[in-house]
């Protein structure tokens, strides 16, 4: 049964750089048939892709976030990771991790698509 | 961008009743929505994708209809257990949730 782990720091200082880890298990994250995602959701709020990698190391991130997001991979480990610059306290959230898988449509065109299964997930606080 | 637009944001229901929650896209995304289920503390859980297509291991009172730019997810019966907060997600366009629809005890 594939699981996956959040682990990193629970508070980061504003203007510092968040940096999370997803330990996935039971499963090889060097599979060709999904992505790996991240999603956060702030407390009280909802959710909000963040960004996903292929275990080469392509990914698609949300444009909203793309200047401060990077996330990537390490086969070996069998994890991926996100780090997200510049933090402030709106980045204040429960982090997710998941797996994404995609989609072939009728022209051929590649899209991402639902997330299953996700992490436990882990809240980081932006605060001094 | 695409936007996702739940109906209602709170909806107060009894068990056995038909529940039917909204989501409306603000432009076409075909067939390509997710539903979720959140309950406090937990991460989503996939229900439906592809509008209509049961999770496996999903109940079958839980059930998706919809394409273009209008979607339900429906429960025949309501069950204790299902008194949680639901997500749509488009990934039409990259990803997008809805803001999501309590369901709560009447």
């Known amino acids: 049964q594939l699981q996956l782990q959040e682990s990193g720091p629970g508070l980061v200082k504003p203007s510092e750089t968040l940096s999370l880890t997803c330990t996935v298990s039971g499963g090889s994250i060097s599979s060709s048939s999904y992505y790996w995602g991240w999603i956060r959701q702030p407390p009280g709020k909802g959710l909000e892709w963040i960004g996903s990698i292929y275990y080469s190391g392509s990914t698609y991130y949300n444009p909203s976030l793309k200047s401060r997001v990077t996330i990537s991979v390490d086969t070996s480990k069998n994890q991926f990771s996100l780090k997200l610059s510049s933090v402030t306290a709106a980045d204040t959230a429960v982090y997710y991790c998941a797996r994404h898988s995609y989609y072939y449509d009728s022209s051929g065109y590649k899209g991402l698509s639902w997330f299953d299964p996700w992490g436990q997930g882990t809240l980081v606080t932006v605060s001094s | 961008d695409i936007q996702m637009t739940q109906s209602p944001s709170t909806l107060s229901a009894s068990v056995g009743d038909r529940v039917t929650i909204t989501c409306r896209a603000s432009?076409?995304?075909?067939?390509?929505l997710a539903w979720y289920q959140q309950k406090p503390g937990k991460a989503p859980k996939l229900l439906i994708y592809d509008a209509s297509s049961l999770e496996s291991g999903v109940p079958s009172r839980f059930s998706g209809s919809g394409s273009g730019t209008e979607f339900t997810l429906t429960i025949s019966s309501l069950q204790p257990d299902d008194f949680a907060t639901y997500y749509c997600?488009?990934?039409?366009?990259?990803?997008?949730f809805g803001q999501g629809t309590k369901v709560e005890i009447k």
């Open positions: 432009q076409s995304i075909s067939s390509w």
């Open positions: 997600q488009q990934y039409n366009s990259y990803s997008v």
